[in-house]
T-cell receptor, first 113, second 106 residues
Framework: SQTIHQWPATLVQPVGSPLSLECTVE??????LYWYRQAAGRGLQLLFY??????ISSEVPQNLSASRPQDRQFILSSKKLLLSDSGFYLC????????????FGSGTRLTVV | KNEVEQSPQNLTAQEGEFITINCSYS?????LHWLQQHPGGGIVSLFM???GKKKHGRLIATINIQEKHSSLHITASHPRDSAVYIC????????FGTGTRLQVFP
């Protein structure tokens, strides 16, 4: 069966510090991978998605970046965090079929102080 | 304007009430998802449907592809149903509705 792992669950980082959130998927090959952010009291915002290794599409200009170094690994990074980067970050995967079920990771609550 | 509109944005109910959450979208799609986000933030997929109706326990989801509309119904609502319910469709990326925050009181 397929599983998705996302860590850490919570993170408190000072402004200006770097960020690295990791997401891995097991039990499938060539999944579509997504990073979402949910700011307090707001809906889900797509940040990045990837349909294959090294293929990253960015939806929102910001100081975040994403990488997919391996087929089932998706990393969200920042060189210098801003206060506005605080939020709940969710990784998700699906098969490439547009009718595929979505599966989400457990999320990372990031607080930038 | 959001590509996926949900209504209502907030909903309160007494335990046992029948709940309906609506979702409308503006483009032709092949499938739509209903998701549930718990207060802690975790998201689970409830339904993926491309036509007709699906039922799982007390949850029922319907979709009319021609009218670009879907509904999520909860029968005999319970306080544990309190969550944010989100509809979304999938192209190369996921397009989410704004969510409906449901609170069910005992």
């Amino acid at each position: 069966s397929q599983t998705i792992h996302q860590w850490p669950a919570t993170l408190v980082q000072p402004v200006g510090s770097p960020l690295s959130l990791e997401c891995t998927v097991e039990g499938t090959s060539n999944p579509n991978l997504y990073w979402y952010r949910q700011a307090a009291g707001r809906g889900l915002q797509l940040l990045f998605y990837s349909v294959g290794i090294g293929q990253i599409s960015s939806e929102v200009p910001q100081n975040l970046s994403a990488s997919r170094p391996q087929d089932r690994q998706f990393i969200l990074s920042s060189k210098k965090l801003l206060l506005s980067d605080s939020g709940f970050y969710l990784c998700a995967w699906s098969l490439s079929d547009r009718r595929a079920i979505l599966t989400f990771g457990s999320g990372t609550r990031l607080t930038v102080v | 304007k959001n590509e996926v509109e949900q209504s209502p944005q907030n909903l309160t109910a007494q335990e046992g009430e029948f709940i309906t959450i609506n979702c409308s979208y503006s483009v032709g799609i092949s499938a739509l998802h209903w998701l549930q986000q718990h207060p802690g933030g975790g998201i689970v997929s409830l339904f993926m449907l491309s036509s007709g109706k699906k039922k799982h326990g007390r949850l029922i989801a319907t979709i009319n592809i021609q009218e670009k509309h879907s509904s999520l119904h909860i029968t005999a609502s319970h306080p544990r149903d309190s969550a944010v319910y989100i509809c979304a469709y999938n192209t190369d990326k996921l397009i989410f509705g704004t969510g409906t925050r449901l609170q069910v009181f005992p």
